[in-house]
Nanobody
């Protein structure tokens, strides 16, 4: 079993910044792709950013140039630096990861519990 725990959510004014972190723990041999999703009230969950085990990144068009995803493989953590925040960024943000329990095991996908980000004036 793997647990993902997010932290760093909260409130920011438009134009402000927040940094989210997610720590993975449990039966982890390695972690492949890590992702951040978000879900606004009444909306479907959407993919915000991804980072592969090798560090390749991808972003939703709505956050390109404003958000930066990074990871620390030694600590099994992934972060999301959010700058130039907009009201439309308000959502619950979820960490997601593909993990392996051994060299030969299939990957398993896990979700964190989510952290609220509110952007308002």
């Amino acid at each position: 079993q793997v647990h993902l725990v997010e932290s760093g959510g909260g409130w920011a004014q438009p134009g402000g910044s927040l940094r989210l972190s997610c720590a993975a723990s449990g039966s982890i041999f390695s972690i492949a792709t890590m992702r951040w999703y978000r879900q606004a009230p009444g909306e479907e969950r959407e993919l915000v950013a991804t980072i592969t085990g090798g560090g390749n990144t991808g972003y939703a068009d709505s956050v390109k140039g404003r958000f930066t995803i990074s990871r620390d493989n030694t600590k099994n953590t992934v972060s999301l630096q959010m700058n130039s925040l907009k009201v439309d960024d308000t959502a619950v943000y979820y960490c997601n990861a593909d993990t392996y329990t051994s060299h030969y095991s299939p990957s398993h996908n896990y979700w964190g519990q989510g952290t609220q980000v509110t952007v308002s004036s």
